[in-house]
């Protein structure tokens, strides 16, 4: 093996392995759900993928999702919460509200009808009150 | 100084007190001469002068009283927005219009937003003002119309998407052109042996190399910029998609497409600027320039055709939706005003002349006339509609004129529900899906790393020069994965097939219903209703002496009555015009028939079984008697006095196309049988009629249900077919439940197929379509996945230790470009679906 059949498999493997784990494994920053008149509500952008990607909310309080969709791309026409039983179409170039009242803490993932656009509602458990 | 009429809906109005103080609120702004506001209708008519104030300004003015103007909103593209210097004449313009609250237009979006009172101004309006300011609209606008603004959105994609591809075409031609100037003299003889392309048009290079005798730097030089714009312009999209799906850690065609081709466009730009480089290492300094533009340019025709196909998919909801009529003829205080349909409001009169579309649900006032349902129901008999009928919105009135008092408007109206209900279900996923789902998910990533293996694989084991096929694989593998393919699969046939069935009058819920429709093998027939018509009616009437005079004598009697058996005889003598005696003395014999006078003569109309029970003597008649309840039918007996004059047999006609609905269903191999309530007797009849023979007789509606589990425990899969309401259990209870409508009343709710005629030949249909449309979607979902199977691998060069072949880069963007599309022509194919007879 020559010098440069040792670095281009290295970086090769490198390469695959990174890119595995950024596309299919990683998350983004995630983002807290601002309180309003008792909703936890956040703003999506929907253009090739959600911003933010990753939602933070308590559990057994209602939540709401503005999704302002930003593209016509046929990707992202819809919006599905699969364990809440959420399906929603979400226009072009305009908010689509989605509310629920968030489960019992843990991972709840939101995709687009294909499949191939992805969020995680993260669900912590509600601080006990008062 | 010009006065103008407004009429402004409000909301949350109560009580007369708030007439006063919304009337209040709108007298005293400014510019108002005069305001009066209804309660009942919920609406405020103001006068006012349009150069002190506005509608917004009268909006505002019931706001701040602490009502709701209603107000509604439109958006709709304007061409060219994007590059308009300004939009301020434009909001402005649109603005002034009467009823306009507030214009705003968006140049990133080229989208104009109105919010505006509704009825105040019409599309047209807006048109003009678009218009008289310079611009062009982008497609007719619809008032909130999501489909309508699909409609403009998808023209506007195959608008722009030909532009890019000629300028790619072209681009591409010169490419073309230019490489070949660079053939043999100075490609290697490897890169040279996987141009397809290039071997073909050979002799066409040598001519044109004599005839320009170029530098091949130059040459490089040249193809570098003319193929530029191809991937900055006409492929621009594929690098902002993958950006931003990048950003957003996700990976879809766009990334493939992007670093594909901008691998092969980089590769070709060191070559061209620092040819140095690669002589050093061993390498021919080939370009591929004209690989990345053919492979943007046969993305683009795929994605070109793709999008006209698209639009073909969802022409039956486009087809329903355009039924809506836009204008009506209001009547208030006997004035006739034409005004926009989505303005009425329930209660409204209208007025519908010969061959207009009517333009809202409501019951007939006045007239008569033929309607043509067809549209909606698929019944191509026209329906007449007399005084206290029902028509639908968006059918068609024949010869008469018909005036009607509008029930249901706006979203409540059969004509939007039934297109909602299409479009959820053409939204709606079918199980069957799923795998495509889970593979989807994780295609992208996976096929960039199959892309980088085979890069690996082939320098570090490849044959010299290993760059060239190291970077001809990694390209190749890139464009050739479509995942596309897979997510269109399943949404183009649903899409396809649930509009063909709302054109045959049948609503199915989703893709999951449609599922479990085409797996279906048992399917349970309810009788009243379904089988028949649901309405008893006179079948025989077996008189001793004078049959009209035994029809005149129960009618007269039975005209006071409620009982449905009653209503039979009567609508049995209006139908041959027997007039009717009047009647005195009226009395109901509970559960055993009615007595009243007539012509002085006591009448009575009994139970065979009371009659016998009175010991009245039949004589010649009980023969018959015998014979018709043997058949089930209900028979009662007429008497004058104490003597029978005759025998009227009732019972609910069989549909006239039951018996055909059923053959089909066993021609399928159904296993078909019926369950009634009504006794053994009468419903063994029905069944021999329609040629059923397993019948579960005498079973209550919540007993249907049991009967359908009991079916499902033997492992049947069962659709059961009944009316929406009586057999909502066992419709819920069924794997299929099937509801057969009868034209207004969608029983939506319990059903998973709705069949808006009552023709039980719908059921076959419905099968019929279920099927088709499940086998296209496997037959793309096949083809699908066979073609990345076969072509991710072959585009890595696995055929090439044996045959020595490695795809080029261009064919596999061709094969991509092709896959995709094939599976919306093959969806397509549903389109042409005819019911079996033909209809």
């Not at chain 2, 790393?449 to 084991?461: K, N, P, T």
């Not at chain 2, 007539?598 to 009175?614: G, H």
């Amino acid at each position: 093996m020559t010098v440069a059949q040792v670095i281009v498999t290295a970086v090769g493997v490198a390469a695959i392995a990174w890119v595995l784990w950024y596309f299919l494994f990683s998350r983004g920053r995630p983002v807290m759900a601002a309180l309003a008149d008792g909703v936890q509500e956040v703003h999506v952008t929907v253009k090739g993928g959600y911003t933010p990607d990753t939602i933070v909310v308590q559990a057994g309080r209602p939540v709401r999702l503005q999704f302002y969709r930003d593209e016509t791309d046929d990707c992202s026409e819809r919006i599905v919460f699969e364990r809440l039983g959420i399906d929603k179409a979400l226009p072009a170039f305009q908010t689509t509200t989605v509310e629920f009242t968030a489960p019992a803490a843990g991972e709840v993932p939101f995709r687009c009808g294909m499949n191939m656009l992805k969020g995680m509602l993260v669900v912590e458990p509600a601080p006990a009150r008062e | 100084m010009s006065k103008t009429r407004l009429v402004l809906p409000i909301e949350g109005m109560h009580c007369a007190g708030c007439v006063d103080t919304v009337q209040h609120a709108l007298a005293v702004t400014r510019g108002v001469s005069s305001a009066s506001v209804n309660l009942a209708t919920e609406k405020a008519t103001v006068e006012f002068d349009d150069a002190l104030t506005s509608a917004a300004d009268l909006v505002k003015a019931v706001r701040d009283a602490g009502y709701r103007g209603d107000t509604t909103s439109v958006s709709f593209a304007v061409e060219d927005l994007h590059y308009a210097a300004s939009v301020t004449g434009l909001e402005q313009a649109l603005a002034r219009l009467p009823g306009v609250i507030h214009a705003s237009a968006n140049q990133a979006t080229e989208f104009v937003t109105v919010d505006y009172v509704p009825g105040a101004v019409a599309s047209a309006d807006f048109e003009r003002a678009v218009g008289e300011t310079g611009f062009r609209l982008a497609a007719p606008i619809d008032a909130a119309d999501p489909l309508e603004r699909e409609r403009a959105a998808r023209a506007r994609e195959i608008r722009v998407l030909s532009q890019k591809f000629t300028v790619g075409a072209i681009a591409t031609a010169l490419a073309m052109i230019g490489s070949m100037l660079l053939e043999t003299a100075h490609r290697s003889d490897v890169a040279h042996g996987l141009d397809f392309l290039g071997r073909l048009l050979m002799p066409v290079a040598e001519p044109l190399r004599a005839a320009f005798p170029l530098a091949p730097a130059w040459v490089k030089g040249a193809l570098a910029l003319i193929t530029l714009p191809v991937l900055t312009w006409s492929g621009r999209q594929f690098f902002v998609g993958a950006w931003s799906g990048f950003r957003h850690r996700t990976a879809d065609m766009n990334t493939l497409i992007a670093v594909g081709t901008g691998a092969a466009y980089l590769y070709s730009l060191a070559a061209t600027l620092v040819p140095g480089m690669f002589s050093r290492a061993g390498l021919p300094a080939d370009v591929y320039y004209e690989a990345a533009a053919a492979i943007i340019t046969l993305i683009l025709l795929g994605r070109l055709l793709e999008a006209r196909a698209k639009g073909r998919t969802s022409e039956a909801i486009h087809r329903l939706a355009a039924l809506r009529p836009q204008i009506a003829h209001r009547v208030r205080a006997g004035q006739i005003v034409d005004v926009e349909a989505a303005s009425l409001t329930p209660g409204d009169l209208v007025v519908v002349k010969p061959g207009e579309r009517i333009p809202v649900d409501g019951v007939v006032t006045e007239g008569q006339s033929p309607v043509d349902e067809s549209m909606l129901t698929g019944e191509p008999m026209p329906v007449t509609k007399r005084l206290g009928d029902e028509a639908i919105g968006g059918t068609v009135n024949a010869t008469g004129s018909l005036t009607l008092r509008a029930t249901r408007v706006g979203n409540d109206s059969t004509l939007a529900q039934i297109v909602q209900l299409v479009e959820h279900a053409q939204a709606s996923k079918a199980p069957i899906q799923g795998l495509a789902d889970r593979v989807a998910s994780v295609f992208v990533p996976v096929v960039i790393a199959l892309a980088i293996a085979a890069f690996v694989i082939w320098f570090d084991f490849g044959p010299a020069p290993a760059l060239v096929f190291a970077t001809v694989a990694l390209v190749s593998v890139l464009v050739i994965a479509c995942p596309c393919a897979l997510g269109l699969a399943t949404p183009t046939a649903l899409l396809v097939g649930t509009g063909k069935a709302a054109e045959h009058g049948i609503l199915i819920r989703g893709g999951e219903a449609l599922e479990m429709l085409s797996r279906v093998r048992t399917v349970l027939l309810d009788k009243t209703g379904t089988l028949t018509e649901g309405r008893p009616s006179v079948t025989e009437i077996v008189p001793v002496a004078a049959r009209d005079e035994v029809l005149r004598l129960a009618a007269s009697v039975e005209q006071r009555s409620e009982h449905p058996l009653g209503g039979a005889i009567v609508a049995a003598a209006r139908a041959e015009d027997i007039e009717l005696r009047s009647v005195d003395g009226f009395t109901v014999l509970e559960g055993r028939g009615v007595r009243g006078t007539v012509d002085r003569q006591v009448i009575e109309v009994v139970s065979l079984a009371y009659a016998r029970e009175r010991k009245i003597a039949l004589g010649p008649l009980d023969a018959d008697a015998e014979r018709l309840a043997a058949a089930g039918k209900t028979t009662v007996v007429v008497v004058a006095g104490t003597a029978a004059r005759g025998l009227i047999a009732i019972s609910d006609p069989v549909k006239s196309t039951s018996r055909q609905a059923v053959a089909y269903l066993k021609e399928r191999g159904f296993e078909v049988a019926m369950v009634s309530g009504d006794s053994r007797a009468s419903a063994a009849a029905v069944a021999q009629e329609v040629g059923i023979d397993r019948v579960h007789a005498e079973i209550l509606p919540s007993g249907k249900a049991a009967l359908v589990r009991e079916l499902q425990q033997d492992g049947r899969r069962v659709a059961m077919v009944g009316d929406g309401i009586n057999d909502a259990p066992a419709l819920a209870q069924a794997d299929v439940g099937i509801a057969i409508g009868s034209g207004t009343d969608i029983a939506v709710e319990a059903s998973d197929v709705t069949l808006i005629r009552g023709d039980l030949r719908g059921v076959v249909v419905a099968v019929d379509l279920a099927r088709r449309t499940m086998s296209t979607i496997r037959q793309n979902l096949f083809w699908a996945f066979i073609y990345n199977i076969l072509g991710i691998p072959i585009a890595a060069g696995i055929l090439y230790p044996v045959l020595g072949v490695l795809l080029s880069p261009v064919i596999a963007s061709a094969a991509m470009a092709w896959s995709s599309l094939s599976v919306v022509l093959n969806s397509l194919t549903l389109r042409r679906f005819k019911p079996a007879w033909g209809a």
